[in-house]
């Protein structure tokens, strides 16, 4: 497994993050919205759907 480093400037990013803009995308996988520079995008699997 990786290992993350919580730098100060990962530590504000972070703290930046909207954590409630999570929605479902369909067939189990969920989708982080980051809407910082260009518009990030995260998938994941959606654990609610297991």
Do not use: H, K
């Amino acid at each position: 497994m990786g290992e993350v480093r919580r730098t100060e400037r990962f530590a504000r990013w972070l703290d930046a993050l909207n954590p409630g803009d999570v929605a479902p995308v369909g067939e189990g996988v969920s989708e982080l919205r980051i809407d910082v520079g260009p518009a990030y995008r995260v998938y994941s699997p959606d654990e609610a759907a297991r």
